[in-house]
């Protein structure tokens, strides 16, 4: 086999695993349970809170993501206001200011106790769930009055019983947990849309 052919085999596997993720997503009570965490989220909004979100590298990319798909637009045929959303990542200058002078452990925690309110959603994403900064950031919200939503992998990881609620990707491998994540983070996005559109909350134009 050349080498090519060996990355081509190697890539129809990778695809593989992927529709297996989502496979497993659909046969699963995921559906209901997003619809659940969707319906917490649009009270939220509604009632004048705000949804937060973080995670570490590429989970950190996909709070960024889907804090920009509710805070600009989601889908170019809805075209509504802007929605409060924002992903705790921050800046380069407060990430890096507060690893500094207080340790990495604690820059989500920092800013939830900072910028959230009784009220407000924040969303975690880890793929381990062992992500000290997340865990940290959890415990603080849930003194503050704060749902904590875990998008989660594997097992759970030890985030699990700080998570209000929680979607488990039952899979091993980080880059599939990644696009079970993201897809399901995409129907959670429409969800939201949808139902404050429903209610009244924003316009559709």
Not at 89 to 116: I, K, Q
Request: with cysteine; aromatic share 4%; charged share 20%.
């Amino acid at each position: 086999m050349t080498g090519n052919a060996h990355r081509a085999r190697l890539v129809r596997g990778l695809l593989g695993r992927s529709i297996e993720v989502k496979r497993a997503l659909i046969e699963g009570d995921y559906p209901e349970r997003l619809v659940d965490i969707g319906e917490l989220c649009i009270g939220a909004l509604a009632s004048g809170g705000k949804l937060m979100f973080c995670g570490n590298g590429g989970s950190a990319a996909d709070a960024q993501h889907l804090a920009a798909e509710l805070l600009v637009r989601l889908r170019p045929e809805v075209d509504r206001q802007g929605l409060p959303a924002i992903a705790l990542a921050l800046d380069t200058s407060s990430l890096t200011a507060c690893a500094n002078d207080y340790g990495y452990d604690f820059v989500y925690e920092r800013a939830t106790r900072a910028l959230g309110r009784r009220g407000d959603v924040l969303i975690g994403i880890t793929t381990s769930g062992k992500s000290t900064n997340v865990i940290r950031a959890f415990q603080a919200a849930r003194q503050m009055g704060i749902t904590t939503v875990g998008f989660l992998g594997g097992g759970g990881g030890p985030i699990l019983p700080d998570c209000d609620r929680a979607i488990v990707v039952p899979f091993a491998e980080t880059g599939r947990i990644q696009e079970g994540h993201i897809a399901l983070g995409h129907a959670l996005m429409e969800i939201i849309e949808d139902g404050l559109i429903d209610c009244g909350y924003i316009g559709k134009v």
